[in-house]
């Protein structure tokens, strides 16, 4: 079987992802669609790296509170948004190797991204990764913010229970409810394969029980990760779906909605 990975990093040049090794490079994407088990792989680096340097806290937690940061570093956003267009446009064939970012809001419902950038992406991964408060909140919690992500016009929910696993098992009614809230907006539900989540199967067989679609992700910070397909197969197998019912996720440009909550 042949898989893409719509949620993948890169940590060369001018760090679009801090968190990515240096030596995953767009290259290393691209040869791996040569051989072996790749059919297309989107680049969505992290919105708020665009935003933020990498000694600013940068990272979603650290401005959840305080949206204006985001904001704050205009030159720098500037720059950097010029050189990840201009390196966008020359990796990326939009045919099997696509151009993307993965988005966060914050408490006020600000998107970490410019939101000008939405024509030029094929992908938008849309995910939580902060949860505010008391853990026994959370459930709560996750789906405000899932409320307010998908308002916007993104095309993947990324992760959908990494944080809010950190509580627990996820509770039945928030995996179904999750879903729902997803497929009403014709976002896709990723099933991802950096930190395997004990919940993938069970939303799987929801998800294709309810019609929604599914986008695989590799969520890749390390060339090692570009062997993960073997956990997509495995999460299939647990699931007990039946393949040929899942609705694979591929990228259809949205035509940005007038409903963004921008600041
Ligand atoms: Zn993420
Ligand atoms: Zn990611």
Redo the contacts with the bound molecule.
């Keep these: 079987m042949l898989w893409s990975s719509w ?1 993948n ?1 890169t940590g060369d040049g001018a760090r679009f992802s801090y968190c990515a090794e240096p030596e995953l490079t767009p290259d290393v994407y691209r040869k791996a669609l040569r051989h072996g088990p790749w059919q297309a792989f989107a680049l ?1 680096e ?1 919105a708020f790296a665009l935003a933020i340097p990498a000694e600013e806290r940068p990272w979603p937690h650290q401005w959840y509170e305080e949206p204006e940061r985001l904001w704050a570093y205009r030159a720098f956003r500037e720059e950097k948004t010029e050189r990840f267009l201009e390196r966008t446009a020359a990796a990326c064939d939009g045919k099997r190797l696509y151009r993307g970012l ?1 988005v966060e809001v914050a408490w006020d419902g600000t998107l970490s991204m410019e939101p000008q950038l939405w024509p030029y992406l094929d992908v938008v ?1 849309g ?1 939580i990764h902060y949860l505010p408060g008391a853990r026994e909140t959370w459930p709560d919690a996750h789906i405000m913010q899932l409320a307010t992500l998908l308002a916007y016009p993104i095309d993947i929910l ?1 992760h959908p229970f990494r944080e809010l696993a950190k509580a627990g098992p996820v509770p039945e009614e928030i995996i179904v409810e999750t879903l729902k809230l997803a497929h009403d907006a014709d976002v896709a539900i990723e099933v991802n394969a ?1 930190l395997p989540c004990g919940d993938d199967a069970r939303m799987l067989a929801h998800a294709v029980r309810m019609g929604c679609r599914v986008a695989t992700g590799l ?1 890749a910070h390390a060339r090692a990760e570009l062997a993960g397909h073997a956990y997509f197969a495995r999460v299939v197998a647990d699931s007990g779906v039946n393949p040929a019912d899942i609705r694979f996720f591929k990228p259809v440009r949205k035509s940005p909605k007038p409903r963004v909550l921008a600041r």
């Design positions: 949620h990093h969505t992290h993965e991964i995910s990324g950096h969520d």
